[in-house]
């Protein structure tokens, strides 16, 4: 029983932490000039339709929001709400981490391991106690 419960408690702990395989890095805000005097922003690197990004406003609130599209003065997330680059201090985009998943799966491999190990080891003691139970002379 308690090695079935410690089982369930390695796989729910896996699933959990599966999920924090990605972090938020920072993404380059810059305004650009043409000649004829026309500002224009880049992000670098660049943001893309479908990114999920925390940004940063003037007045020091922040958002959390899905990218539906980019054009040259805004963002435009999928909930419809328009975000001027002029009002953004800081934009951060959610990535895959490597490092992380990596960390993540030697950790789980470990647990499983000690898991089996353990699973094992209770079975060759619960098969000592039964063999010593019925064929004690």
Known sequence: MK????I????IFITFTLSGCTSYHAVNLRQQQLKNHYIYYKTDPPVYAGDVIQLTHKDGSK???TVQSINLHA???????????DDITSIERKDFS??????LVGASTLLVVVSLAYAA?????????????????
């Open 63 to 65: 958002d959390r929001v």
């Open 98 to 103: 490597k490092v992380k998943t990596v960390a």
């Open 121 to 137: 080891a209770l079975t060759v003691i619960v098969a000592k106690s039964i063999s010593t139970i019925f064929f004690a002379a």
């Open 3 to 6: 090695t079935s419960k410690f």
């Open 8 to 11: 369930v408690a390695t796989l």
């Open 75 to 85: 963002i435009i997330s999928t909930t419809g709400q328009v975000i001027e680059f």
